[in-house]
């Protein structure tokens, strides 16, 4: 049975060998959410970390712990040695959401934008480290969390070993008015389809198969208790992630990549579907 502390109920465990904690925030009085599955048991443990940093939409029960016909990213990681930790950051998955997400979006400017979010980050590779007995700690990021894995890398190059960037965020010359946006939005299934198929070269298949989707999705509305109450049923999520993207195409990125000594690679996101799991192990 789910358990709920500080008012946020905890998700059935996605494998019997998966660990759930919860961490202080930066934030007084709020707590994150991480994660973790340790090696397989079948294998010789590396004594290694390595945490999840995700988008601006989706957890990371829905990223790297989400099984595809049985068999998700973190297992494969697993498989290879690691210690699999992921991170939900606040007003995503089971991170307790920030107060003002309860109010009118328009009465706040946008929530969890990079400074603080690398804050969290900051707060979860010390537990990480901590808990795991080592002095560093891996990042795999995807797209805006690309950005603030960069801010937090740049922040406290010690507390990083190596990265890995899936879909990574880059600065842009402007073209347009800069983009203002308000403090949460919604996010509905039809806006994460476009979002997947969006940038697919000609005659490639999408990021997701529809059927691989149609489940997908029922997990991401799951992920907000709320969702199927609007219509259409859509998720809530602070809006700093998008804030950030749109600055960064903006010609304003949240943060300098000189100051980044962490050895990586990034991979574009157009590769999609194509980004073979063992590159990234390989990368780590």
Not at 123 to 142: I, T
Request: one cysteine or more; aromatic letters at 10%.
């Amino acid at each position: 049975m789910d358990t709920v502390m500080g008012g946020v109920p905890y998700a059935a465990k996605l494998d019997p060998r998966e660990e759930h904690f919860r961490v202080p925030s930066p934030h007084p009085g709020l707590s994150l959410f991480l994660r973790h599955m340790p090696p397989a048991p079948n294998v010789t443990p590396l004594d290694r970390a390595v945490l999840y940093v995700h988008g601006g939409t989706f957890p990371s029960a829905l990223s790297i712990a989400h099984r595809f016909d049985g068999y998700s990213w973190c297992d494969h990681l697993c498989a290879a040695g690691f210690d699999v930790w992921g991170l939900d950051f606040h007003g995503f998955g089971l991170s307790d959401p920030y107060p003002e997400m309860a109010d009118a979006a328009e009465a706040h400017p946008p929530l969890g934008r990079t400074a603080d979010c690398s804050q969290q980050l900051e707060a979860a590779v010390r537990f990480v480290a901590g808990r795991q007995g080592v002095p560093r700690v891996s990042l795999v990021a995807h797209s805006w969390g690309s950005i603030v894995a960069g801010a937090f890398a740049g922040r406290c190059p010690e507390l990083v070993d190596r990265m890995v960037w899936f879909g990574p965020i880059a600065r842009r010359e402007p073209k347009a008015e800069r983009v203002r946006l308000p403090g949460w939005r919604l996010i509905s299934l039809q806006d994460q389809w476009e979002r997947f198929v969006a940038d697919v070269p000609a005659g490639e298949p999408p990021v997701l198969s529809r059927r691989h989707f149609d489940k997908w999705g029922e997990a991401y509305l799951d992920s907000d208790p709320e969702s199927r109450s609007r219509a259409p049923a859509a998720v809530k999520v602070p809006s700093g992630a998008f804030q950030d993207i749109f600055d960064a195409w903006a010609g304003e990125l949240a943060y300098d990549p000189a100051l980044v000594r962490a050895r990586g690679r990034a991979y574009p996101r157009r590769m999609g579907r194509n980004v073979p799991r063992r590159r990234c192990a390989l990368a780590l």
